[in-house]
């Protein structure tokens, strides 16, 4: 008996379908902005006008949902680190993306989290944001090592997870809005090719 040797391509979304999803993206991006990620999935279907059967059919989890929300700021920021590569100034170019990664992280409540695990977690659905942040900040990274501003042997993850520990701290410090400035400072100082001088 004959054997098929290629898989056939997935079915395009039915209308119906497309709406629902479209609709609990838009839930869900309002429900993260004021609740954080840990908003109610089945609030979140229910605002939507569906079942949370309908829900876990899209996003078979809350990392997969959390996930396709984010996409967007995602390829806000991939865009912006492709502007940042005609910088003159490499070192600054890092520390204005990483700056954008921040922000980003900070805009619902739980996101930073979310990444730092991602980061120990390739298999996730939330690779799919973190993933390509950290190719995008490797390029900025190595700009940064070759023009002598950033010493050699920092590895982008690590520069990542400092970056969404930040984001973290801000969360958790929200009367002090200069925070995130101050620690991406500290950190490109720790970062320098020349480190600052240790005081006695």
Sequence with gaps: MAT?????????MRADARRNYERLLTEARTAFT??????????????AGVGIGTLYRHFPNRTALMSAVFQGEVDG??????????????CRALLDWLRACVAHASTYRGLS?????????????????SLPLREAGSVLLARAQA???VRAGVDIVDVMQLTNAISLAAEQS???????DRLLSLTLQGLAATPCPEGP
Aim: net charge negative; charged share 30%; proline share 11%.
């Design 113 to 129: 989290r979310a990444l730092l695990a991602a980061q120990a977690d390739e298999a996730s659905a939330m690779s799919r944001c």
């Design 34 to 47: 004021e609740h954080g990620t840990e908003a109610s999935l089945e609030d979140i279907a229910r605002r």
């Design 147 to 149: 023009a002598g501003a």
């Design 77 to 90: 920021l991939l865009a912006r680190s492709r502007e940042l590569l005609a910088s003159p100034e490499p």
């Design 174 to 180: 929200p009367d002090d809005p200069r925070l995130p």
């Design 4 to 12: 098929e040797s290629t898989q056939a391509s997935p079915r395009p």
